[in-house]
């Protein structure tokens, strides 16, 4: 294994032509974080990118390796500094992808994957017009609220806000290159999924130019 600018750790491997810059995104509670997991545990072409947050930690999380805890200052910091390829403040926190990490890990030959929400999906399409961007839908809405309220990480307000959010950003998804559906307890078949769609992009002619 080597570590790449970020703290990123990338198998060595050889490189595979056409790397790219997959975005998985969706509601929140839609499960982005463990299909992407499990897509990288089965196919370690992929590697996650590790988001910056100033949201607290929580239970079971690890620094630096769900996220990268920071504080509203060190986020700052790293933002003024070109250090993240895009921000977002989200239900009152900040989120980032480091630049570094995305780099480091295309020019190793590999795809890099980011989970975020569709505020930064928005700007990476913006800012890396190539990037493979793939919406994550919930069987429904009602499933969606009760995954959110099995968490038990918010209040009924909180709840509330994340739902409307939800429903807006479903109608918006028509705006990305594919949208899935992540079936209750099989993220493995959306996993299975995105690889389908990765390898069938890694194969269009002409290819998708990454370039961040």
């Known amino acids: 294994m080597t570590r790449e600018?970020?703290?990123s750790r990338v198998p060595k491997r050889l490189a595979f032509p056409n790397p790219m810059l997959v975005v998985v995104s969706g509601p929140s509670g839609v499960g982005k974080s463990t299909i992407v997991a499990e897509l990288a545990r089965r196919r370690p072409q992929v590697v996650p990118i590790v988001t910056a947050t100033t949201r607290d930690r929580r239970d079971g999380e690890i620094d630096n390796v769900h996220y990268h805890?920071?504080?509203?200052?060190?986020?700052?910091a790293l933002r003024k500094h070109g250090g993240l390829l895009e921000s977002a403040r989200v239900h009152g926190y900040w989120y980032g992808s480091p630049i570094d990490q995305v780099r480091g890990i295309l020019a190793a030959g590999r795809d890099a994957i980011l989970t975020i929400d569709p505020q930064g999906a928005r700007s990476v399409r913006d800012l890396v017009p190539d990037a493979l961007l793939i919406f994550v839908m919930p069987p429904s809405i009602e499933d969606l609220a009760e995954r959110l309220a099995l968490r038990g990480s918010e209040n009924?307000?909180?709840l509330a806000v994340?739902?409307?959010?939800?429903?807006?950003?479903?109608?918006?998804s028509g705006d990305y290159d594919y949208v899935i559906v992540n079936e209750t307890g099989h993220p493995d078949a959306a996993a299975d999924r995105i690889w389908e769609i990765v390898q069938a992009e890694a194969r269009r002619d002409p290819p998708r130019r990454v370039r961040v």
Request: charged share 40%; glycine share 12%.
């Open 5 to 7: 600018p970020g703290g």
């Open 69 to 76: 805890f920071l504080s509203d200052a060190g986020f700052e």
């Open 156 to 158: 009924s307000e909180s």
């Open 162 to 172: 994340r739902r409307r959010d939800a429903e807006a950003e479903m109608k918006a």
